[in-house]
């Protein structure tokens, strides 16, 4: 598996490089799995779902990635995971708006982060959240994504040199 960093020149990745400061607005995992060769997981502004890598590198450039070493089995197991819980939420617009105005609130006034995201919206995520799943499986290192409080480059950032 891989765990993928990107932007694209569509002006939702402008908006979120230049509020941010950072260089990828958007995180997705890639299976590599022979059975379904470069299928990945991403959540958008339509929401989370399944796509499909060759599809998305036409939009996106990579500007991170982490291989995963997992044998297929693992991640049949992990794809099952990804897919029961996160499959077809919506996209949590409001959330992702308090993250971005807590940012600019920071960057700008110097105001600290708060530890929770008070807008976002129960059953809907963003791409970062995604990785909560991994929480719960031993060889991933555990992170907390789950208070919506993180950006695509944050979740890099917790995760380079683990693998």
Excluded at 76 to 92: E, N, R, S
Excluded at 101 to 109: A, D, E, K, Q, T
Aim: with cysteine; charged share 20%; glycine share 6%.
């Amino acid at each position: 598996m891989t765990l993928l960093w990107t932007k694209s020149n569509s002006p939702l990745s402008w908006i979120i490089r230049t509020v941010t400061g950072q260089c990828c607005s958007h995180f997705s995992f890639v299976f590599q799995n022979p059975n379904r060769k470069g299928l990945m997981f991403e959540s958008n502004l339509m929401g989370t779902h399944p796509a499909f890598l060759q599809t998305a590198l036409k939009s996106h450039t990579v500007l991170h990635s982490i291989e995963v070493p997992l044998d297929a089995e693992d991640e049949d197991m992990i794809w099952d995971l990804v897919v029961d819980k996160y499959d077809g939420k919506p996209y949590d617009l409001m959330g992702a708006l308090y993250l971005g105005l807590r940012i600019l609130l920071c960057r700008i006034f110097k105001v600290p982060m708060p530890q929770q995201n008070k807008w976002a919206s129960a059953g809907a995520f963003f791409c970062d959240e995604v990785y909560d799943v991994f929480n719960n499986i031993p060889e991933f290192k555990k992170i907390d994504v789950a208070s919506g409080m993180d950006t695509p480059h944050d979740v890099f950032e917790k995760l380079k040199g683990t693998t």
